[in-house]
């Protein structure tokens, strides 16, 4: 199951790095773990001062790792799985990053380097996860007060929609423009995208070049949301969500037109998008 995508949003990505920044300042100042109370002999703001760039060192993990991952979205989905295992690997490589820190600056203390390092990523692991669970958290309610929001005033980020929808392939060059109100669905075919839209009363299609994942967002800002792996739905067009014993299915408002199906994945997204669409075309 994909996460959510507003976990993998630009600017959470930012609110979340400095989050963690100086969440993990206050917890080592306080209450100095990875032996930091022997880095430096010395007071304690003194220590802060001294602190400071070694542990915005150690972040630098968190900002590579989110980077990284935000250009990965761009490409390919992110399951619950992959996400848990990203952030293993992120409190694994600031684990080692304090390990070899705290080892450097207390050689002559003959100090365990299992037991540093066991101690590194149990130290580690508040430093990351404390912060990383409270922001899901936020993150989540703010995602749900804004979708209430634009649900209680009928989607309001639509109201300036183009009147049509310009399409350009891989290169960037313009293939295809389609009247908004037109446009069905688009379709995955592995590095091709087939777009279904209507015309002078019949369904017609068009082959373009193109992934999917970048077509999505480019019209991000529409009516037009992912349902499926493989499907784009204008939501103008959907005119009845039917839920069968194999899953559920967008009934779209041209005769001739497949059922569009619905994956568990995107099944909230995809009702909320019906809801206020519907509530939108009520009004």
Not at 41 to 54: C, H, M
Not at 85 to 91: A, C, N, Q, S, Y
Request: aromatic content about 16%; overall charge positive.
């Amino acid at each position: 199951m994909k996460i959510p995508d507003y976990i993998i949003r630009k600017s959470n990505i930012v609110r979340l790095v400095i989050f963690t920044a100086a969440f993990a300042l206050l917890f080592i100042n306080i209450y100095k773990p990875f032996g930091a109370k022997n880095w430096y002999n010395v007071s304690d703001f003194k220590f802060f001062l001294f602190s400071a760039p070694i542990i915005l060192t150690g972040v630098l993990v968190v900002v590579i790792s989110r980077v990284i991952m935000y250009y990965y979205a761009r490409k390919r989905d992110i399951s619950y799985v992959n996400y848990f295992v990203w952030v293993f690997l992120e409190i694994l490589f600031m684990s080692l990053f304090y390990t070899i820190f705290t080892l450097s600056l207390t050689a002559n203390e003959g100090r365990d380097v299992i037991e540093t390092f066991r101690s590194s990523m149990v130290n580690t692991a508040l430093v990351l996860l404390l912060p990383y669970i409270t922001l899901w958290f936020y993150f989540g309610w703010e995602e749900s007060k804004k979708r209430l929001e634009n649900f209680e005033q009928g989607d309001l980020e639509f109201e300036n929609i183009p009147s049509s929808i310009s399409f350009t392939d891989e290169k960037g060059v313009l293939r295809l423009s389609v009247r908004h109100g037109d446009l069905l669905y688009i379709e995955s075919d592995d590095n091709y995208a087939t777009i279904h839209y209507t015309a002078g009363g019949k369904v017609k299609f068009y082959l373009l070049r193109n992934t999917l994942k970048k077509l999505e967002e480019q019209l991000a800002d529409t009516p037009v949301c992912r349902c499926h792996r493989s499907f784009l739905v204008n939501f103008t067009r959907v005119k009845v969500m039917r839920r069968e014993r194999d899953g559920i299915f967008l009934e779209m408002d041209a005769d001739g037109v497949k059922d569009i199906p619905v994956s568990k994945t995107y099944q909230q997204k995809v009702a909320e998008k019906f809801m206020s669409q519907s509530f939108r075309n009520s009004k």
